[in-house]
């Protein structure tokens, strides 16, 4: 069983930065590939990034493309979201997930395990 505990979120003001971290634990935290999506009210949940196993390969939602960056430590069971340029369409309810598999998938019905998710507001 795989669990996840996100942290990191917060109000800030637009053009500023936030670092989103979600912990793990359970077993072959390496194997898994890890997402981050974002919930706002009222609308669907959204791909923002995913990252590999190992790290060598990362997808990033075009909205954040160039501001957003996600990233992983294996040693310390965890993965980042390194977010600048904010804006207040970025203001949801973000959302650690892990998925069983290789594929760095994009879509979140493939993800098997989830986080209960952290809040991001940002305002104008």
């Known amino acids: 069983q795989v669990r996840l505990v996100e942290s990191g979120g917060g109000l800030v003001q637009a053009g500023n930065s936030l670092r989103l971290s979600c912990a793990a634990t359970?077993?072959?935290?390496?194997?898994?590939?890890m997402g981050w999506f974002r919930q706002a009210p009222g609308k669907e949940r959204e791909f923002v990034a995913a990252?590999?196993?190992?790290?060598?390969?990362?997808k990033h939602a075009d909205s954040v493309k160039g501001r957003f960056t996600v990233s992983r430590d294996n040693a310390e069971n965890a993965i980042s979201l390194q977010m600048s340029s904010l804006k207040p369409e970025d203001t949801a309810v973000y959302l650690c997930?892990?998925?069983?598999?290789?594929?760095?998938?994009?879509?979140?019905?493939?993800?098997?395990?989830w986080g209960q998710g952290t809040q991001v507001t940002v305002s104008s």
């Open positions: 990252i590999s196993g190992s790290g060598d390969v990362t």
């Open positions: 997930a892990a998925r069983i598999g290789t594929y760095v998938s994009e879509v979140a019905s493939t993800y098997e395990y």
């Open positions: 359970g077993p072959s935290f390496r194997r898994n590939v």
